[in-house]
């Protein structure tokens, strides 16, 4: 079966950088669009970026453009969202979602605290 396990949130100050990964496994993870949602408290959840298949195009929601990468390893069928100059607004509970052939499939999500 499809599971998504995402980590490497955390608490970080302002300014600073975090790393989150997500693991997949049980679909053909190349050929799969990829992408980051994140949901604040008392907020609808929103995309942060997504990538295709091939690596060859990603977007980005517009408060985070020149801040964060999404990268991914197909071979270790892994995701990644390389977040820099982290903003007190970036505080939220991120999700990675996979769009197969068989319908859309979330992760438990991980807690990214930016905070003074």
């Known amino acids: 079966q499809v599971q998504l396990v995402e980590s490497g949130g955390g608490f970080v100050q302002p300014g600073g950088s975090l790393t989150l990964a997500c693991a997949a496994s049980g679909f053909t993870f190349g050929d799969t669009v990829m992408t980051w949602y994140r949901q604040a408290p008392g907020k609808e959840r929103e995309l942060v970026a997504d990538i295709t298949g091939d690596n060859e195009r990603t977007t980005y929601a517009a408060s985070v453009r020149g801040r964060f990468t999404i990268t991914r390893d197909n071979k270790k069928n892994t995701m990644y969202l390389l977040m820099s100059t982290l903003k007190p607004d970036d505080t939220a509970k991120y999700f990675c979602?996979?769009?197969?052939?068989?319908?859309?499939?979330w992760g438990q999500g991980t807690q990214v605290t930016v905070s003074s």
């Open positions: 979602q996979a769009s197969t052939v068989t319908g859309d499939f």
